[in-house]
């Protein structure tokens, strides 16, 4: 024993002594190196923890960044570690922390910030051993496509999995990186507005030079741009809020416009992005809007009284006039309804469908109903109430988390008649500093597989 620890002592001894001239210092059992390590990344060698040196199973760092890509790496203690890797646009975090905290991540306590990032990783990549990862602005996971924005904050992040292998564990790092900044692009982009189409949806004409692969749009009320744009800059709010799209998604277009739900004065600025990840001037239209006075088809929902606590939520509501054809009540996951909604399924299929309560003979003898559930997801859900007659179809929606800290988002009596498309519109409206959804929840997840 005492021969074993002295030969230890003497290895260790001779590597610092010729340490700068090494490259890489081996870890080995029999024949075989079961770790390796540059010897710029370690400072000393020790055979017990010392005091204050926390010993990471996964660790990030970053290795090299471009204006549309970043490069990083995640090291891992053993070789055969698993782990979660993912990245999130900084704005976004800072977005869901102003609107249910009003503050950002620099004055966030960081364990919040911890919780919301990891929450990401849910979606993340499932990977194994140190392994370095470039995400490209473009490029594809196969799933879905990269977006990566010059001069724009990302976080990337991992953490390794619990016994399990389904959830994550305690072994979580992450580190911030800022893309390098835009030059002025040599293409162009130009945008101008086309009035409202049949829904009463704002359309726009796109053109766009051939080097532009990315276009760039933000619309909604001008007075709430213009008002964040002076508190956050307009770079920051641009790629917050923008909807990305590739040219030939909007020349011609698909139809698809954007909503306009009030009379007022609206907005579209446009940004085009070559391949080399570099920007155009900002092209910018204004407009004021006067939507058609929407059409009232099917019975009125009215909602008497709401309340929702942790699993919990209690809603009572009228339909009128009670002599309805079909009326029913169903919760979903707010995220899966709206996926659903982008795939081109209506809110009246929605609510009619799956798991669905039958509510009809009810409101035809009572004319109301109170719906009560006590085991309520904790996630972010969409409460669908259908009522229809011969008229039409009118649907109110819900969205809540079960707890008693947060607001109700309630869209009443969308009315839905036979003559009437219901596509939905793009999502890239700015009406109020809406924070994205996040599901801070666990459960089994399906992470996806980083192709390179």
Not at 146 to 155: E, K, L, P, S
Not at 221 to 236: C, N, V
Not at 414 to 443: C, E
Request: contains cysteine.
């Amino acid at each position: 024993m005492i021969k074993k620890l002295l030969s230890m002592i003497i290895m260790v001894a001779a590597f610092a002594a010729t340490g700068m001239a090494q490259e890489n210092m081996y870890l080995i059992k029999g024949n075989q190196v079961v770790a390796k390590y540059s010897v710029d990344d370690v400072d000393y060698v020790s055979f017990k923890l010392p005091e204050g040196v926390t010993e990471n199973q996964v660790t990030v760092n970053v290795d090299e960044v471009g204006k549309n890509y970043f490069t990083y790496t995640v090291k891992t203690l053993s070789p055969t570690k698993e782990y979660v890797h993912y990245f999130v646009q900084k704005s976004m975090i800072d977005i869901y922390l102003l609107t249910y905290y009003g503050t950002t991540v620099e004055n966030s306590d960081p364990e919040l910030v911890k919780m919301l990032l990891k929450n990401y990783l849910y979606s993340g990549f499932l990977a194994a051993g140190t392994s370095s990862y470039t995400i490209r602005d473009g490029e594809t996971d196969g799933i879905e496509d990269f977006d990566v924005i010059a001069g724009t904050d990302y976080f990337v992040m991992a953490c390794d999995l619990d016994a399990t292998g389904e959830n994550l564990g305690d072994n979580f790092d992450y580190k911030l990186v800022t893309t390098e900044p835009a030059g002025r692009s040599a293409g162009t982009v130009s945008v101008t507005y086309a009035g409202l189409n049949e829904k009463g949806e704002a359309m726009f004409d796109f053109t766009a030079s051939d080097d532009i692969t990315k276009i760039c749009t933000m619309y909604g009320l001008k007075s709430a741009l213009e008002s964040f744009i002076t508190a956050y800059g307009f770079d920051y709010t641009m790629f917050t809020y923008a909807g990305r799209f590739a040219p030939d998604a909007l020349i011609p277009g698909d139809g698809s416009g954007w909503p306009v739900n009030d009379e007022a004065d609206y907005v579209m600025y446009v940004v085009g992005i070559d391949a080399n990840g570099d920007q155009t001037e900002v092209q910018k239209v204004e407009m004021h809007i006067v939507p058609p006075t929407p059409e009232q088809a099917g019975p009125q929902i009215k909602i008497f009284s709401k309340e929702k606590s942790a699993g919990k939520v209690r809603v009572n509501f009228e339909i009128s006039p009670s002599n309805v054809t079909e009326a029913c009540v169903r919760l979903m996951d707010e995220n899966d309804c709206d996926d659903r909604l982008n795939v081109g399924y209506t809110l009246p299929e929605l609510a009619a469908g799956g798991d669905a309560i039958d509510i009809t003979n009810k409101i035809n003898t009572e004319g109301e109903y109170t719906y009560v559930n006590d085991e309520v997801p904790t996630r972010w859900n969409s409460l669908l109430i259908m009522a229809k007659n011969d008229e039409g179809t009118t649907i109110t929606r819900m969205n809540f988390w079960p707890d008693t800290e947060s607001e109700w988002d309630i869209t009443e009596n969308t009315s839905f008649s036979s003559t009437r498309a219901n596509a939905p519109s793009r999502k890239t409206i700015v009406s109020t500093n809406v924070a994205p959804r996040l599901n801070l929840v666990k459960g089994k997840p399906a992470f996806k597989t980083f192709r390179r």
